[in-house]
């Protein structure tokens, strides 16, 4: 390879990300670095990188920064483990009804939990779904079958990681990264992943940086607007209580911004001793002639005022001139006549075929007020059309059975619905809105106590008695117009028009007046005195001032240079960078992965993703041509389908370190169920894998691929099972105990596991819980070797398969099976509390369990020798 030849740079994720980082300024870089490295984002790292954003801003002095060195890490977090173990579920108290002191021990691998309905398996998957990565969490309420004595929500969680034991406490160490690296699927986190947009939770710190960048940002940005709504104070110089009047110095406070050149208002200072004493005789002079012409300001005064309401009185008059006018009476009249004929037509029309001599009024308001009720009434009676026949009449509530008042009643409808009746309905409306507006006139325009008023009976008494006069013409006409519309009378009026000429001359009188006060010599005097007196005062003030006025032009220039910091221009920048390298690095592995998932669980629907991002986070939407998938597939496709997308979110990412599961075949056939199962096992040979079922098919074919994969005794597979013994005994967990597990209880190894560890262990608390286990044991070997021995295993249980040829094999004592129910019937009041330890005088001690132990082997024996 030559000098000239160029290597092409390989482009990475990380390379990508660090090209980001590496293009912001050093603030940016700064919370990158922070991010990137796993570190809590505290208020101690904002500061920092406020302080640095200060200095690109301008607003510090530039300081010797260190040097970042970006750290890339696909797993960035200080609590998250690479070898992560989750080893059991202890010490859980005031959830649900759930019995307190037990413990779910739990395998490296898988782990399959059998509960029967209402055994207390919900209120365990409740917990875990507040504890771990879930998409709903649910509320978990305390024990509803006590009154009080409810304690606080609590359980420990016991991890390990490289050998060393990591024992979290609920709810106190929820923070913790450990448990985002457990992910939980339920029925109702199922929905989600159908129905929802749903974030990708698991990613590559890589990709997290951005939306975790864009937290960070709005909290940096919530820094710089608080200190910026610190110092946008209204600017207090720019109103009267301060500076009043007016005056080149006011003028440049009042127009006062970040451009403002602040040696133009020094320009005004200093304010000598000269011009303090010039002020005091410019104060002097002015308060004199103020006092002198204070009696020709009152009439000036007086004059603006008669001036502004004679100028609103004749408006007013011009308006009620124009209802009074022969257009506007011609259009009152012709209103009337359209009326009236539109209601000849409507009664001529239709009302004609309804006259007879059995009712009188027929056609008249009332009566087609009463028409009209009647149809809104019937309207209301049923959905179909009224009437029909069979309906009753909503009078009479006489059936009606023939056509004729069928008829009747529809040619009624008919008629108001008829284009005469609704134009003569119009007419009629237009007519009393008419009424309404002239009816609305007032002609009180010259109320006694009216200050218009008082002047002009003072000035020009004449003119008033003829608007007066004027005013009732109009008021009679008024009532006129108003009868003849409620009547309909069409008669003629003559116009009666206001002469408002005197009210104008009197007006443009009043203007000259007013100019002639204002050209008066004294008052421009007065107005120069002013001007000069107030500029004096203003400098005065400003040199007090000054100071105040400095620090808001200071604060001004900072306010615009941090408005100029464009937030959504970073933030923009971090989303689409996130979004590129999410479709080239992220998303399509996930499409990838899911698709790999549904072939494995024979889920071929034809599902489309909508990945893409928002906010710098990437998301999803399954759908189906378009759909939503719930709305096409059956209940047992759906649960498919969002069981693909949950294991293909959880194994895109190192971080998930194992899946917790609850009932997830529900609503699914034997094959499906197979299906998951076998995947479920295959997930549990790379991350731990445990699930919770009531489903007993189900748990044999996980543990069928589980002893396949594993073999038997193998402590990479556990089974236990959760009981409720009674109402205040739920979720009582027996270790290493299934329903299907017949085999493992034909010789007394788990009783004798577990009596020799009772023996070794000192809590006594602990010790009685396993001997409790070991009882247990010892019932299911009673209970298993019946079925594998006593019958042969000629049937077995979930099994469909029936062994005829092993009934030659099958054994009969009668004495031995006596003691086999007397020891089996012992043992399951005993566990079961039907007859409590107690009452039968036993304490669970080693002893006892010993003496059963030695009991069993003894009928083993026997049976083995028949």
């Given at each position: 390879?030559?000098?000239?030849?160029?290597?092409?740079?390989?482009?990475?994720?990380?390379?990508?990300?660090?090209?980001?980082?590496?293009?912001?300024?050093?603030?940016?870089?700064?919370?990158?670095?922070?991010?990137?490295?796993?570190?809590?984002?505290?208020?101690?790292?904002?500061?920092?990188?406020?302080?640095?954003?200060?200095?690109?801003?301008?607003?510090k002095q530039e300081t010797e920064k260190p040097e970042l060195f970006i750290s890339y890490n696909p797993n960035a977090s200080d609590d998250y483990k690479e070898n992560l173990s989750f080893d059991s579920l202890t010490n859980v108290e005031g959830v649900n009804a759930l019995t307190e002191n037990q413990t779910i021990d739990l395998a490296h691998n898988l782990t399959i939990i059998y509960g029967t309905n209402g055994a207390g398996k919900s209120g365990y998957v409740r917990l875990l779904k507040n504890v771990f990565y879930s998409k709903d969490k649910e509320d978990i309420l305390p024990n509803i079958n006590i009154d009080s004595g409810h304690k606080p929500k609590a359980a420990t969680f016991n991890f390990s990681s490289e050998g060393t034991n990591i024992p979290l406490k609920y709810p106190d160490n929820i923070g913790n990264g450990i448990f985002n690296q457990f992910a939980v699927f339920d029925g109702d986190i199922g929905k989600k992943h159908l129905s929802l947009r749903n974030d990708f939770s698991f990613r590559p710190a890589g990709l997290q940086l951005f939306n975790e960048f864009n937290v960070a940002l709005e909290r940096l940005n919530g820094k710089l607007s608080i200190e910026i709504q610190s110092k946008s104070i209204a600017n207090p110089f720019a109103d009267d209580d301060i500076f009043q009047g007016e005056s080149e110095i006011k003028t440049w406070l009042i127009q006062l911004s970040h451009n403002s050149k602040l040696e133009e208002l020094n320009a005004h200072l200093p304010y000598s001793e000269e011009e303090k004493t010039k002020k005091v005789q410019i104060d002097k002079e002015y308060d004199d002639l103020k006092?002198?012409?204070?009696?020709?300001?009152?009439?000036?005064?007086?004059?603006?005022?008669?001036?502004?309401?004679?100028?609103?009185?004749?408006?007013?008059?011009?308006?009620?001139?124009?209802?009074?006018?022969?257009?506007?009476?011609?259009?009152?009249?012709?209103?009337?006549?359209?009326?009236?004929?539109?209601?000849?037509?409507?009664?001529?029309?239709?009302?004609?075929?309804?006259?007879?001599?059995?009712?009188?009024?027929?056609?008249?308001?009332?009566?087609?007020?009463?028409?009209?009720?009647?149809?809104?009434?019937?309207?209301?009676?049923?959905?179909?059309?009224?009437?029909?026949?069979?309906?009753?009449c909503i009078l009479c509530q006489q059936a009606i059975n023939d056509d004729v008042p069928k008829s009747l009643i529809s040619s009624y409808w008919a008629y108001i619905k008829s284009v005469a009746e609704q134009e003569a309905k119009t007419a009629k409306e237009n007519l009393a809105k008419l009424k309404a507006d002239y009816e609305k006139l007032s002609f009180d325009q010259f109320p006694e106590t009216d200050t218009l008023a008082v002047w002009l009976k003072d000035k020009h008494e004449t003119v008033l008695a003829n608007l007066k006069d004027e005013l009732k013409k109009q008021e009679t006409l008024r009532q006129t117009l108003v009868s003849n519309i409620t009547d309909k009378k069409d008669n003629l009026q003559v116009e009666i028009q206001?002469?408002?000429?005197?009210?104008?001359?009197?007006?443009?009188?009043?203007?000259?007046?007013?100019?002639?006060?204002?050209?008066?010599?004294?008052?421009?005097?007065?107005?120069?005195?002013?001007?000069?007196?107030?500029?004096?005062?203003?400098?005065?003030?400003?040199?007090?001032?000054?100071?105040?006025?400095?620090?808001?032009?200071?604060?001004?220039?900072?306010?615009?240079?941090?408005?100029?910091?464009?937030?959504?221009?970073?933030?923009?920048?971090?989303?689409?960078?996130?979004?590129?390298?999410?479709?080239?690095?992220?998303?399509?592995?996930?499409?990838?992965?899911?698709?790999?998932?549904?072939?494995?669980?024979?889920?071929?629907?034809?599902?489309?993703?909508?990945?893409?991002?928002?906010?710098?986070?990437?998301?999803?939407?399954?759908?189906?041509?378009?759909?939503?998938?719930?709305?096409?597939?059956?209940?047992?496709?759906?649960?498919?389908?969002?069981?693909?997308?949950?294991?293909?979110?959880?194994?895109?990412?190192?971080?998930?370190?194992?899946?917790?599961?609850?009932?997830?075949?529900?609503?699914?056939?034997?094959?499906?169920?197979?299906?998951?199962?076998?995947?479920?096992?295959?997930?549990?040979?790379?991350?731990?894998?445990?699930?919770?079922?009531?489903?007993?098919?189900?748990?044999?074919?996980?543990?069928?691929?589980?002893?396949?994969?594993?073999?038997?005794?193998?402590?990479?597979?556990?089974?236990?099972?959760?009981?409720?013994?009674?109402?205040?005994?739920?979720?009582?967990?027996?270790?290493?105990?299934?329903?299907?597990?017949?085999?493992?209880?034909?010789?007394?190894?788990?009783?004798?596991?577990?009596?020799?560890?009772?023996?070794?262990?000192?809590?006594?608390?602990?010790?009685?819980?396993?001997?409790?286990?070991?009882?247990?044991?010892?019932?299911?070997?009673?209970?298993?070797?019946?079925?594998?021995?006593?019958?042969?295993?000629?049937?077995?249980?979930?099994?469909?398969?029936?062994?005829?040829?092993?009934?030659?094999?099958?054994?009969?004592?009668?004495p031995l099976y006596d003691r086999i129910i007397e020891r089996h019937s012992f043992l399951h009041d005993l566990i079961e509390g039907h007859l409590p330890a107690e009452e039968l005088n036993i304490s669970f001690t080693t002893d006892k369990l010993e003496n059963e132990i030695t009991e069993f082997e003894n009928i083993l024996t026997e049976l083995d020798n028949i």
């Open positions: 390879m030559n000098e000239n030849q160029q290597i092409e740079e390989v482009k990475t994720l990380e390379t990508e990300v660090k090209a980001f980082v590496n293009a912001q300024p050093y603030w940016a870089k700064y919370l990158c670095s922070e991010i990137l490295a796993g570190n809590d984002i505290t208020e101690s790292v904002i500061d920092n990188a406020y302080s640095y954003l200060l200095e690109n801003l301008s607003f006092i002198a012409l204070a009696q020709k300001d009152k009439a000036l005064k007086e004059l603006q005022t008669i001036k502004a309401q004679l100028a609103a009185r004749i408006q007013n008059l011009v308006n009620t001139n124009t209802w009074f006018a022969q257009d506007q009476l011609n259009r009152v009249i012709k209103a009337i006549t359209n009326c009236k004929t539109k209601e000849d037509t409507a009664q001529k029309e239709g009302v004609e075929k309804f006259k007879t001599d059995k009712i009188e009024n027929i056609g008249s308001t009332e009566w087609k007020q009463f028409i009209e009720a009647a149809a809104k009434f019937a309207s209301t009676q049923n959905e179909g059309e009224y009437p029909s026949l069979g309906d009753n206001i002469d408002l000429s005197a009210l104008f001359t009197i007006s443009e009188t009043v203007d000259k007046e007013i100019k002639a006060f204002e050209e008066d010599e004294q008052n421009k005097k007065l107005g120069e005195l002013l001007k000069k007196k107030t500029y004096l005062a203003h400098k005065e003030k400003l040199e007090a001032r000054y100071p105040d006025i400095e620090t808001l032009h200071k604060n001004l220039i900072w306010v615009n240079k941090a408005n100029q910091f464009n937030k959504r221009a970073v933030k923009k920048s971090s989303t689409d960078t996130e979004k590129r390298l999410s479709e080239k690095y992220f998303n399509t592995d996930y499409i990838s992965e899911f698709n790999n998932e549904c072939d494995k669980l024979n889920g071929k629907f034809g599902i489309e993703i909508d990945a893409r991002s928002s906010d710098a986070r990437s998301n999803r939407q399954l759908f189906l041509k378009g759909n939503d998938p719930s709305a096409i597939l059956s209940e047992g496709e759906q649960k498919v389908i969002a069981l693909a997308d949950f294991i293909a979110e959880t194994n895109i990412t190192t971080i998930n370190r194992g899946i917790i599961l609850d009932d997830p075949v529900n609503s699914l056939d034997h094959e499906r169920k197979e299906t998951i199962a076998k995947r479920l096992v295959e997930i549990s040979g790379s991350k731990q894998v445990i699930v919770f079922t009531h489903d007993v098919v189900f748990f044999k074919n996980l543990e069928k691929f589980g002893l396949r994969l594993f073999g038997k005794n193998s402590p990479s597979i556990k089974f236990n099972t959760i009981r409720a013994t009674g109402r205040n005994a739920i979720g009582t967990v027996i270790s290493d105990h299934s329903p299907v597990r017949d085999s493992l209880y034909t010789n007394p190894h788990l009783p004798k596991t577990y009596l020799q560890k009772a023996k070794r262990e000192t809590d006594e608390d602990f010790s009685l819980s396993l001997i409790r286990s070991g009882f247990g044991a010892l019932r299911s070997c009673y209970e298993a070797i019946t079925a594998t021995k006593v019958l042969a295993s000629a049937v077995q249980r979930f099994d469909s398969l029936i062994r005829v040829s092993n009934i030659r094999s099958i054994k009969y004592d009668l």
